[in-house]
């Protein structure tokens, strides 16, 4: 099954403190709250230097989408992520102050509750056909640019920051629709950790 989850659609919310706004990409179950979701996806935009919220018993996965992030966390040493750095993985348990360095920062957020579940979020290169072998139940796709997907039988065309959630399905072909697409991420949801 293939649930397609348009850019277009979604709503910017302003965060708290004032410091940028996010986009629910994605949720489990449907229409969750942020304390019961099982997992989440969004996009957010980073206006101003501030805090990260806290989420007691949640893991994080974050990828900058655009410019440059310091990220400062309370243990561990400061990093500048930009859209070449890998997703970076860490506890939403954990301070966190983050500064956009040039402008706004776009970033692509995937958060797990560790007793559910938990994830992997890889960045593929999209300048040709791209097969994609699904090794969970369900997996999200997130196009940074226009794209066609072929999966369960269905092509689709997606657009910029459109996703693509697909479950039971065990492979999908993408195809960049033009020059600025060069990248999708895959987010794959799996079972939780034994404890």
Not at 13 to 25: A, F, L, M
Not at 27 to 38: M, N
Not at 180 to 189: D, K, L, Q
Request: overall charge positive; aromatic content about 6%; proline content about 7%.
């Amino acid at each position: 099954m293939v649930v397609v989850h348009r850019a277009a659609a979604r709503t910017a919310v302003p965060w708290k403190n004032g410091g940028g706004v996010t986009r629910e990409v994605a949720v489990w179950p449907r229409g969750s709250p942020l304390d019961r979701f099982a997992w989440r996806i969004s996009i957010a935009e980073v206006l101003s230097s501030g805090p990260f919220s806290v989420f007691p018993g949640i893991e994080r996965l974050m990828a900058v989408l655009s410019g440059r992030l310091s990220f400062a966390p309370a243990e561990g040493a400061t990093q500048v992520l930009t859209a070449d750095s890998a997703p970076l993985r860490f506890s939403g348990e954990l301070p966190v102050h983050a500064t956009p360095l040039d402008g706004v920062v776009t970033d692509l957020n995937l958060m797990t509750r560790t007793a559910a579940c938990r994830a992997e979020l890889t960045c593929r290169a999209l300048n040709a056909v791209l097969p994609l072998r699904l090794a969970a139940l369900r997996s999200v796709i997130v196009t940074l640019g226009p794209a066609s997907l072929r999966a369960g039988g269905e092509r689709l065309t997606l657009e910029e920051f459109d996703a693509a959630e697909l479950s039971g399905l065990s492979d999908c072909e993408l195809a960049p629709a033009s020059a600025r697409t060069g990248r999708v991420y895959v987010a794959t949801i799996l079972p939780a950790l034994p404890a």
